[in-house]
Antibody, heavy 118, light 108 residues
Framework: EAQLLESGGGLVQPGGSLRLSCATSGFRFSTYAMSWVRQAPGKGLEWVSGIGPSPTNTYYADSVKGRFTISRDNSKNTLYVQMDSLRADDTAVYYC???????????WGQGTLVTVSS | EIVLTQSPGTLSLSPGERATLSCRASQSVINSYVAWYQQKPGQAPRLLIYGASSRATGIPDRFSGSGSGADFTLTISRLEPEDFAVYYCQQYGRSPATFGPGTKVDIK
């Protein structure tokens, strides 16, 4: 069974940076596209960024393009997202999900909360 | 981007009743690439249906999906106590993938 575990969330000031990690196990990580999906408090789901099985193919929602950078280390079975120039509207629970924006998300982590506030 | 509208916003039903949830897209979804997810408070979403009508692994057969073009439906044939949750549809036929705002199924 696929297991995904996010870490790295917390409180950060507007304009600050944060790096989230997602450690995975139970499946062949290197063969799957992966994504980050976020959910603002009390709101719905928003796909943020995706990466193909190869680290060279990356995709971003317009809302984060130029500020977030997704990456992966297939030797460590780990997904990352570097979040820079954070804004208050980036406040959300960030989920790591197995799948890309071109496939369903068939595995999810428990989420990590990012709060952007002064 | 494709905008998804879900109706109703809230569905109040009793255990054992049938639930019918609607998802309408602002344009036709390629290959009926629509998924449905269930989310309970404090938990991550769980994939129920993909490709409009295929059940994900381990999903009970009381959950079924249908539809094509721009109109899709999730049906829960007989609600069990554990089915009261929020349900989201998602399209992944055209980038960016987008989600609907959700339908809350609560106990009447």
């Amino acid at each position: 069974e696929a297991q995904l575990l996010e870490s790295g969330g917390g409180l950060v000031q507007p304009g600050g940076s944060l790096r989230l990690s997602c450690a995975t196990s139970g499946f062949r990580f290197s063969t799957y596209a992966m994504s980050w999906v976020r959910q603002a408090p009390g709101k719905g789901l928003e796909w943020v960024s995706g990466i193909g099985p190869s680290p060279t193919n990356t995709y971003y929602a317009d809302s984060v393009k130029g500020r977030f950078t997704i990456s992966r280390d297939n030797s460590k079975n780990t997904l990352y997202v570097q979040m820079d120039s954070l804004r208050a509207d980036d406040t959300a629970v960030y989920y790591c999900a197995r799948g890309s924006g071109a496939s369903p998300f068939d595995g999810w982590g428990q989420g990590t909360l990012v709060t952007v506030s002064s | 981007e494709i905008v998804l509208t879900q109706s109703p916003g809230t569905l109040s039903l009793s255990p054992g009743e049938r639930a019918t949830l609607s998802c309408r897209a602002s344009q036709s979804v390629i290959n009926s690439y629509v998924a449905w997810y269930q989310q309970k408070p404090g938990q991550a979403p769980r994939l129920l249906i993909y490709g409009a009508s295929s059940r994900a692994t381990g999903i009970p057969d009381r959950f079924s999906g249908s539809g094509s073009g721009a109109d899709f439906t999730l049906t829960i044939s007989r609600l069990e106590p554990e089915d009261f949750a929020v349900y989201y549809c998602q399209q992944y036929g055209r980038s960016p993938a987008t989600f609907g705002p959700g339908t809350k199924v609560d106990i009447k």
